[in-house]
C-alpha cells in the first residue's frame, strides 16, 4: 500500500509544552492506522496540525506524494482530509441534513437546495449503513446517532481520509460495534482512517497499524497482527502494565447505604433520577453502568448532599440521610471523588499541601487550640502526595491549578481514600488518568473496599466497572434496569441494559 499522508519532524509547541516532538507518521491507502497514548500524548493536537486547525514550528506534511501547506481546515477539505471531532458541533434544533450541509449549503441559483442535499446524505447514508434520517431534529436522537451525523458532514464534504478522534468515548457497546463496521466500509471503499484513542482492545479489533506517542514523542508504529495489547500498553505508559486489580471475593457485611424510590430534577427541572432504588454493604463494590446522561450526576449529588431530593429516601445505616445535617454526614463518614474536580474537589487557587488537608484542617494535629499546625499539615500533605504520586512543579507549594488533571485527580483520590469514609461515592475515579496511576487508583479502591467501605462506583468505562464490581446496576433514565454479578454477565449484555433494549424486551417476555 502506498502512503497517503506523511508527516516528517512535525514539532508544535504550546507555552511551556512540546505537544508534538518532531513527529514522523505515515498513514496508508485503505488501512485504518490508529494513534495510540495517553491522555496529554498529542495525539489532538498532532492530528488538528494535519487538519490545518493548528500551523506547526516545524516540520513538512505531503499528501498523495505532493508536499502541501495545510493553512486551514477548508485546505484540508480540499485535500480530502476530514475530522471527526471529540465534541460534537451540532445545531440541536436544526435537523440532520441541516447541519451537515451547514456552511456548505448547495445552490440552486440564489436559494439553498434543499432536495440534492437530502437526497444526498440519504445515498451516503445507505452507502455506508449509517441509518441515519435525514429529517430528523439533532435534539431527538442518540449520542451514537449524533456522532454518526457528524460522520456524514465529513463524507458529504467527501473525504478520503478520515480522522476520527476518540469517537468510541461516547458509545455504548453495540454503537462501537456498529461504528468498527462503519469503519470497515470506509476501507472497503478504498479510504483511508486514522483512528485516535487509548483503548487498547479496539486497535487489536480494527487497526492495521498503530502508532505510539508518549509524552509528545513518537515512540513506535507497530503491525497490529504483530502485536498483542500487553506489548501496546508498555509502549505507551514506558513501563510494564497489569490489567485486572488483584482482589479477593467480597465479604459484604452489614448494608450501609440504602436507597428507595429516589426521585431528583436534574438542572433544568426534569426528572433525572425517577424512582431509583439500590443498597450497598459494607466491603462492597456496586458499580453503576450507564452511557452518560442517564440520571449518574444527579444521584451522586443527591447522595453527597449537593441536590435537592424531591421524592424518596436515603438511608445511611438504617438512619433517614435525607434529613440528616451537614455535620452528622461528615460524622458518619462520606467520602467522595468528585466527577468535576475542579469545581467539586479542589481549589485551584490554594496550593497543593492546602488542598490535600482540605476537610481536616480543622482536627489536631493539624490545628491546636484554633491555630493552624502548618507542619503537620505539611509532613501530612507531603505524605499523601508521595504515596499517591502525585506529580507537580514545585512540590506541594504548587498552585493546583497549574497540575495537570491526571496529578489533580490523583490528589482528590488519595486525600479521600486517607479519610477512610464508611461510603464513598467514587465518579469516573479514574478518567483521564494514565494507565498506571489508574492501575494504582483501583488497587487502593479494592484495599478500601477489603477494610469494609461500602464503594458506589460510577463509570462509563465498563472496563473499570467489570475490573473492580462485586455487583453491577446498570442505570437508564434515571432508573436501575438490571442488576448483575460480573461473572454471571457481558459487555454485550450490559450494552443492551444500557440502551434500555434489553430492559423492554425482558418486560415483553414476562408479559407472555
Ligand atoms: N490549545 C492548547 N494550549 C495549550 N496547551 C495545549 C493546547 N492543546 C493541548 N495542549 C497541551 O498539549 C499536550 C498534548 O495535548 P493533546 O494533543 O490534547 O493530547 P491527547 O489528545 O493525546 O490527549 C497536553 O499537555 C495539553 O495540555
Ligand atoms: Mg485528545
Known amino acids: ?64 506524494g505532493q508536499k502541501v501547506d495545510i493553512s486551514n481546515p477548508n ?23 441541516e ?17 440534492s442535499a437530502r437526497k444526498r446524505v440519504s445515498e451516503l447514508s445507505e452507502m455506508y449503513n449509517l441509518n441515519v434520517d435525514p429529517d430528523a431534529k439533532i435534539e431527538n436522537i442518540s449520542v451514537g446517532m449524533q456522532q454518526r451525523v457528524e460522520i456524514l458532514k465529513v463524507l ?44 487498547l482492545k479496539e486497535i487489536m479489533q480494527i487497526a ?42 467480597a465479604k459484604p457485611g452489614e448494608v450501609v447505604l440504602e436507597v428507595e424510590d429516589l426521585w431528583v430534577k436534574d438542572q433544568r427541572e426534569l ?20 452511557v452518560d446522561g442517564n440520571g449518574q450526576r444527579e444521584l451522586v ?61 480543622d482536627e489536631e494535629p493539624y490545628s491546636q487550640k484554633g491555630i493552624l499546625q502548618f507542619p503537620a499539615i505539611r509532613s501530612k500533605a507531603q505524605e499523601l502526595v508521595d504515596s499517591f504520586d502525585v506529580r507537580s512543579g514545585e512540590g506541594i507549594d504548587t498552585l493546583v491549578r497549574t497540575m495537570s488533571g ?18 464513598m461515592v467514587a465518579s469516573q475515579p479514574t478518567r483521564g488518568l494514565d494507565v498506571g496511576a489508574i492501575e494504582y487508583i483501583h488497587s487502593r479502591l479494592i484495599e478500601l473496599r477489603d477494610q469494609g467501605t461500602a464503594i458506589l462506583l460510577v463509570s462509563f468505562e465498563l472496563d473499570e466497572i467489570f475490573n473492580l464490581s462485586d455487583r453491577i446496576a446498570v442505570i437508564h433514565n434515571g432508573r436501575i434496569v438490571g442488576m448483575r454479578y460480573p461473572e454471571e454477565t457481558d459487555e454485550m449484555e450490559l450494552g443492551l441494559l444500557m440502551s434500555g433494549s434489553k430492559e423492554i424486551a425482558d418486560e415483553k417476555n414476562t408479559e407472555e
Open 208 to 249: 492495521d497499524r498503530v502508532s505510539v506517542l508518549r509524552q509528545g514523542k513518537m515512540v513506535g508504529t507497530l503491525e497490529v497482527a504483530k502485536t498483542n495489547e500487553e506489548e501496546l500498553a508498555e509502549l505507551m505508559v514506558g513501563r510494564k502494565v497489569s490489567f485486572t486489580t488483584e482482589k479477593e471475593p
Open 99 to 115: 447541519n451537515i450541509i451547514l456552511g456548505n449549503e448547495p445552490h440552486k441559483g440564489m436559494i439553498v437546495d434543499m432536495a
Open 406 to 423: 491526571g496529578n489533580q485527580q490523583k490528589a482528590i483520590v488519595g486525600r479521600e481514600v486517607d479519610l477512610e469514609p464508611r461510603l
Open 156 to 199: 458529504y464534504r467527501d473525504a478520503e481520509i478520515i480522522i476520527l478522534d476518540e469517537p468510541t468515548a461516547v458509545l455504548t457497546p453495540q454503537e462501537i460495534e456498529e461504528l468498527m463496521g462503519i469503519l470497515r466500509n470506509f476501507v472497503k471503499e478504498g479510504k483511508s482512517v486514522i483512528l485516535i484513542t487509548h483503548k
Open 75 to 97: 485546505v484540508a477539505y480540499d485535500l480530502g482530509i476530514g475530522m471527526v471531532h471529540q465534541h460534537f458541533q451540532l445545531v440541536q434544533n436544526f435537523t440532520i441534513t
Open 301 to 361: 449529588e443527591a447522595l453527597t448532599g449537593l441536590r435537592h431530593i424531591n421524592k424518596g429516601v436515603i438511608r445511611l445505616f438504617g438512619k433517614d440521610y435525607t434529613k440528616i445535617t451537614a455535620k452528622e454526614r461528615t460524622d458518619l463518614g462520606i467520602g467522595h471523588i468528585p466527577e468535576d474536580r475542579q469545581k467539586r474537589g479542589l481549589i485551584l487557587d490554594f496550593t497543593l499541601f492546602e488542598n490535600m488537608l482540605l476537610e481536616r484542617y
Open 271 to 290: 426528572d433525572a433520577v425517577r424512582g431509583l432504588s439500590l443498597s450497598i454493604c459494607e466491603g462492597e463494590i456496586l458499580g453503576l453502568a450507564g
Open 1 to 64: 500500500m502506498e502512503p497517503i499522508v506523511e508527516l516528517r519532524g512535525i514539532t508544535k509547541r504550546f507555552p511551556g509544552i512540546i505537544a508534538n516532538d518532531n513527529i514522523d507518521l505515515t498513514l496508508k491507502k485503505g488501512e485504518v492506522l490508529a494513534l495510540l497514548g495517553e491522555n496529554g500524548a498529542g495525539k489532538s493536537t498532532l492530528m488538528s496540525v494535519l487538519f490545518g486547525f493548528y500551523r506547526p514550528e516545524a516540520g513538512e506534511i505531503f499528501v498523495r
